[in-house]
């Protein structure tokens, strides 16, 4: 059974910081683009950051880069995708889902939802001012 699963949300003060896990079990995930979304109240989901296979390529949207980082660590049965989120904003509130493509080995990094077939369950971040 493919599972997904995000751990390390919480409540931060803005400025602060939080590091966020996904734990990808059930098939190999060592090939595939892993990918973050978030999704606050009342708005679309939308991309955050995904990493290819090798972490030779990564790709943000605007408004977290130079902010958070994703990174990923390919073990044997369990691939963990991390994302690094410092100097939060109020407007980083959401919850956070992780991603993963079903293509092996691709090196194109999707942005869209759809581009993605299996997620977690998310977990909540809450930034205050």
């Known amino acids: 059974q493919v599972q997904l699963v995000e751990s390390g949300g919480g409540l931060v003060q803005a400025g602060g910081s939080l590091r966020l896990s996904c734990a990808a079990s059930?098939?190999?995930?060592?090939?595939?683009?892993m990918g973050w979304f978030r999704q606050a109240p009342g708005k679309e989901r939308e991309f955050v950051a995904a990493?290819?296979?090798?972490?030779?390529?990564?790709?943000?949207t605007d408004s977290v880069k130079g902010r958070f980082t994703i990174s990923r660590d390919n073990a044997k049965n369990t691939v963990t995708v991390y994302l690094q989120m410092n100097n939060l904003k109020p407007e980083d509130t959401a919850v956070y889902y992780c991603?993963?493509?079903?293509?092996?080995?691709?090196?194109?990094?999707?942005?869209?939802?759809?581009?993605?077939?299996?997620w977690g369950q998310g977990t909540q971040v809450t930034v205050s001012s």
């Open positions: 990493i290819t296979w090798n972490t030779r390529s990564t790709s943000y």
């Open positions: 991603a993963a493509d079903h293509t092996y080995g691709s090196v194109y990094l999707p942005r869209k939802r759809n581009e993605y077939d299996y």
């Open positions: 059930g098939r190999t995930f060592s090939g595939n683009v």
